[in-house]
């Protein structure tokens, strides 16, 4: 593990990582920020989640293995319920949504985003209600949109002038008034990886309110009987530390409500911000807690609000990694290790497991940075700075590019990785036919299977030909 300043950057064998990765004093140590809160190392130094061994869940459900710490879970997202009292929460279940998940999700009192068919076939089979559900997606199917009408969902975010008008026609067909939000795009360029920001120009989400296409939309539903516009709707992207970006969102989307206003003689009564909410993943991450970023979202709000002399908008907001994302770490055993001999004389060590990028996509996909820890026994050995690989046919199929681990790291050891509950079993491939492992709850001593191991045979029931 990651101490937070100490040490000196071990240089013993020529190892290099990042200039911010420090040797730690202890290699056994828990950086506090990157562990779900029932997560420690035990008397006998493996680690235990829940009062629960992970030697022995790796023993019951084998490896690699996603653990959810379930309290932690709901306890981010009881923060979120408390930070935004006077608002709504749409857990946004792309992070990681089984009906385990919807069921904690509604339990704990939040909405729910989803942006599939089957994310939604998801919460109705979890039993959510659909009223307070929210259907996302660029390119909804008429399939998806009537089913989403047939349950009664509560909002529709619509993307694009083909959808408004599919939408008003599969509604009016039914009799029924949707109630949608117009997503905008608010020309932001939010601080974090290309890939996963979506509120500047050149990209798929929105409508853009700069060329005046988002007023457009907001026309062509208000023409529409069997639409209901309760609001206006900005997502400017995700894993992202700083408001900044939610400033300059709010103050434009706000802009637009105020002309909708002056053209259509209608205050819109909701404003949805998105999610996006970033968290750690290495001692160098510093996310703000959910309180801080409801106050700073209330205040930028109320400010622009006065400004253009609107009433303030009821707020939603869609967080999901900062709710799953830290209350589950993945478990791998290890296979092989290998020093591979570098320029100059010095070596790198891999430490390949038995996932990899079929499990975690994250880290080739975004170049995002995890952390490790070894998870089956504590080592009094000297750490040395290792590469975590996964089994894949790709020599980038790395899980943590940088990371200290006792020099005594052998197959059969258990590493754990944390801060993969979200984007990391819902982004999850068959890649190389590898079955995608399964999800295991945790919580006061128990341990809970909560999505299954897929087995060879469901890969080969796919294969007909
Ligand atoms: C519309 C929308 N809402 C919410 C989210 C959730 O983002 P995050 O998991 O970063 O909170 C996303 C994903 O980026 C999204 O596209
Ligand atoms: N999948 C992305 C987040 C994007 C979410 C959808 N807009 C990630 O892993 O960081």
């Known amino acids: 593990m990651r101490a937070h300043e100490a040490g000196a950057l071990h240089a013993e064998a020529g190892h290099r ?21 029932g997560v420690e190392r035990g008397d006998d130094g493996g680690l235990r989640v829940g009062g629960v061994a992970v030697r022995d869940l790796a023993a019951e459900f084998g490896t690699p293995l996603y653990v959810v710490d379930e309290d932690d879970f709901r306890s981010r997202a009881r923060a979120f319920r408390a930070a935004f009292a006077d608002a709504d929460v749409y857990y946004a279940g792309k992070a990681f949504l089984s009906v385990a998940t919807a069921r904690w999700v509604a339990e704990e009192g939040l909405n729910l985003d989803v942006c599939s068919g089957g994310e939604l076939a998801v919460a109705l089979r979890a039993g959510f209600p659909a009223e307070r559900i929210g259907l996302h997606g660029n390119n909804k199917s008429p399939a998806e949109l009537t089913r989403a009408l047939d349950a009664g969902v509560g909002r529709i975010i619509v993307d694009s002038f ?4 599919r939408l008003a026609a599969l509604a ?7 109630s949608v939000l117009v997503r905008t795009k608010v020309g932001v360029e939010a601080h974090t990886h290309e890939y996963i920001a979506t509120a500047h120009e050149d990209q798929k989400f929105g409508f853009s309110i700069a060329s005046g296409e988002a007023a457009e939309a907001v026309r ?13 709707h900005s997502h400017i992207g995700s894993q992202i530390y700083d408001t900044a970006g939610f400033e300059v969102a709010a103050r434009r989307v706000l802009g637009l409500q105020a002309a909708v206003r002056d053209e259509h003689h209608l205050e ?36 622009e609000c006065a400004g253009y002399g609107l009433a303030v908008p009821r707020l939603s907001v869609e967080p999901g990694r900062a709710i799953a994302g830290p209350s589950t770490f993945t478990l791998y055993e290890v296979g092989t290790v290998k020093s591979v001999p570098l320029d100059g ?19 080739a996909l975004y170049d995002a940075d995890y952390s490790c820890t070894l998870a089956s026994r504590a ?12 089994k894949h046919c790709e020599s980038g199929d790395i899980v943590v590019k940088d990371e200290f681990l ?3 790291v052998v197959a059969g050891d258990l590493i754990a990785v944390p801060g993969t509950g979200a984007y990391c079993r819902s982004m999850a491939s068959n890649y190389n036919h590898q079955p995608r492992p399964a999800v295991v709850a945790v919580r006061a001593g128990e341990a809970r299977l909560i999505m299954r191991r897929e087995t060879e045979d469901d890969l080969l029931a796919l294969d007909v030909g």
């Open 17 to 37: 990582g990042p200039s911010w990765l420090r040797e730690p004093d202890d290699v056994n140590a828990l950086y506090p920020g990157l562990w779900s809160a």
């Open 162 to 165: 083909e959808e408004i008008d």
């Open 172 to 178: 009016a067909a039914r009799g029924v008034r949707a």
């Open 220 to 232: 062509a539903v208000l023409k529409q009987p069997s639409l209901r516009l309760l609001g206006l």
């Open 268 to 303: 819109l009564p909701e404003l949805d911000l998105g999610g996006g909410f970033g968290i750690a993943y290495t001692s160098q991450d510093d996310p703000q807690p959910p309180d801080v970023l409801a106050a700073g979202l209330a205040e930028i709000i109320a400010h």
């Open 345 to 363: 004389g010095a070596s790198r060590r891999y430490v390949a497991v038995d996932g990899g990028m079929s499990d975690n996509i994250r880290t």
């Open 379 to 390: 080592s009094a050995a000297a750490p040395v700075l290792s590469r975590v690989v996964g």
């Open 406 to 408: 006792p020099g005594d």
